[in-house]
């Protein structure tokens, strides 16, 4: 019989830890299937972030630093910079990357830092306690917004694939979902260009992931999926901002 899927070798054959309804395992898979497609994974080096994408050590088959709250894109520059040879890429969720490393993130990319950046949306702060993020909805409650995210008062989210876009330094960037097949498929085709640029050593990319959290969300699994599409992608659309190769 003709094997028509199997898990991809960059990844551990371990069980899942993260909560019913998380993309974050989703996005994995299409990282590690990207990696697969270039045989790269004996020379890649993960900067794991802090958050739900810290354990990105007990995931993936390849080597892993771990980065202190904000600094993986300091740590992947560093990485890049000392072994040239290696593939090095960040993956890092909305309050580390868009909060407290706003800073790191902004400079890394206007360098033009030869790295890949996963970036992963789910609006809110999901493993200290469901706290308001940078990118947390108009009028979405979270533990530190009960009432709802007041944009006269807290500003509107940040568009982060468009933010870095204007940058000279940054050569791609986009936006996926992981909500439905079809955006599954687009997610898997624009994360390989993202590290297509890198192998190719064509400069900085940034894939924004946008993704669930059904926990801190106050929902069923199906109800946040739902909300992906409903409400996600209509404030931050899909798509790829900049491609200097048109990959």
């Known amino acids: 019989m003709k094997q028509v899927f199997s898990k991809p070798v960059s990844l551990k054959d371990v069980q899942t830890h993260f909560c019913p309804g998380c993309h974050h395992g989703s996005i994995h898979r299409l990282v590690a299937e990207a ?20 354990f990105l050590y007990g ?3 390849i080597d892993v630093v771990e980065s202190p709250h904000g600094r993986a894109p300091a740590v992947a520059t560093g990485v890049k ?5 290696r593939i090095v890429f960040t993956y890092q969720g909305d309050g580390d990357l868009a909060a407290i490393g706003t800073s790191e993130i902004i400079h890394a990319a206007n360098r033009g830092e030869k790295i890949t950046v996963i970036f992963v949306n789910n609006t809110t702060y999901g493993m200290t306690g469901g706290q308001m993020a940078p990118t947390t909805m108009p009028g979405q409650k979270t533990s530190t917004s009960p009432n709802g ?7 509107k989210p940040f568009k982060m694939a468009e933010l870095l876009s204007n ?5 791609y960037s986009a936006r996926v979902a992981l909500n439905s097949p079809r955006n599954v498929l687009q997610a898997k085709k624009i994360i390989k260009n993202a590290f297509q640029y890198q192998v190719e050593g064509k400069g900085f990319a940034f894939i924004e992931a946008l993704a669930a959290c059904p926990t801190n969300w106050g929902m069923n699994p199906l109800a946040a999926n739902e909300r992906v599409g409903s409400e996600m992608i ?8 900049k491609n200097n190769e048109n990959l």
């Open 81 to 85: 910079r000392a072994r040239p040879d």
């Open 234 to 241: 209509p404030y931050f659309p899909l798509g790829v901002f």
């Open 149 to 155: 995210r007041d944009v006269a008062n807290d500003g």
């Open 35 to 54: 990696m697969d497609s270039f045989g790269i994974a004996d020379k890649t080096i993960g900067c794991a972030s802090v958050g739900c994408s810290v």
């Open 167 to 171: 940058l000279d330094g940054v050569a």
């Open 59 to 61: 995931y993936f088959n």
